[in-house]
């Protein structure tokens, strides 16, 4: 049985901290951790009560991390606390219960099963999406302009419930991304697209708050650069390709 890290940036959850916690820990196996990533977005206390959980959990970690600039900051923290405690496979979940703890099973499953990336569909067989229908709207739209933009297959392009091997997820962590906003997902799944990957259905309940201006700008800018950077990518494989080709006659 491999060894899991799970990775969950969290800010004021104090409503549903404990509930999440509790579920979180009876997915635990004796050798897995959970990163719990903090900065200072938090106000109401949860990371207060995730250092009274900690204390109590050696399989629990706490970090304050309080140069996080963006979320993506906090996501790519995780990733290197992760990376650095030597586990096989890195599992990353929101903390507010819109992602199911009880479903970390299957991600864990097709790890076993030799995946280099799992990444949780809502739009697949088996998974569902409860939530606004904007929400809904923006993660289908994006997940389809994405595929038709990129070239990718996958059935959910935009969620963040996703496991990797820690050599993928390395790669992801040298190379980088340019989102500063959620769209930074997409980016990584267009990467993992080149790697061995699965996708395995989720149940998701999206919370009530909706997707900014400024996130969708940002979502559409990149995506576009990255359609473009992937279609010279192509054109220069191509050309190399003839030219191998005609050295060769």
């Given amino acids: 049985m491999g060894r899991l890290a799970i990775v969950t940036p969290l800010a004021n959850e104090k409503d549903t901290f404990d509930e999440f916690i509790q579920r979180l820990r009876k997915q635990l196996q004796p050798q897995d951790q959970a990163f719990l990533i903090f900065d200072n ?41 992760a990376l650095a405690s030597g586990c096989d496979w890195i599992l990353e979940m929101d903390g507010g219960l819109s992602h199911r703890p009880e479903e970390i099973p299957h991600f864990r499953e097709a790890m ?103 996130s969708l700008g940002e979502a559409f800018k990149i995506l576009w650069q990255m359609h473009k950077d992937r279609k010279a990518a192509r054109k220069s494989a191509e050309a190399g390709s003839a030219k191998a080709a005609g050295v060769s006659c």
């Fill in 112 to 214: 076993l099963a030799g995946a280099d990336y799992a990444g949780g569909s809502r739009f697949m067989d088996g998974g569902s999406f409860s939530g606004r229908f904007s929400r809904r709207f923006i993660s289908r739209g994006g997940t389809f302009l994405s595929n038709t933009l990129l070239g990718t297959k996958m059935h959910d392009m935009t969620s963040g419930f996703e496991c990797f091997t820690r050599e993928a997820l390395s790669h992801i962590v040298a190379r980088g991304v340019r989102s500063k906003r959620h769209f930074f997902q997409t980016e990584i799944r267009t990467m993992m697209h080149d790697w061995k990957w699965v996708e395995v259905p989720i149940n998701y309940g999206c919370p009530s708050k909706s997707v900014g201006k400024a």
């Fill in 41 to 81: 977005v938090c106000k109401d206390g949860t990371v207060d009560r995730a250092r009274e959980v900690a204390a109590q959990d050696p399989r629990i970690k706490v970090i304050w991390a309080p140069e996080n600039g963006c979320v993506v900051d906090a996501y790519f923290r995780g990733y290197k606390e």
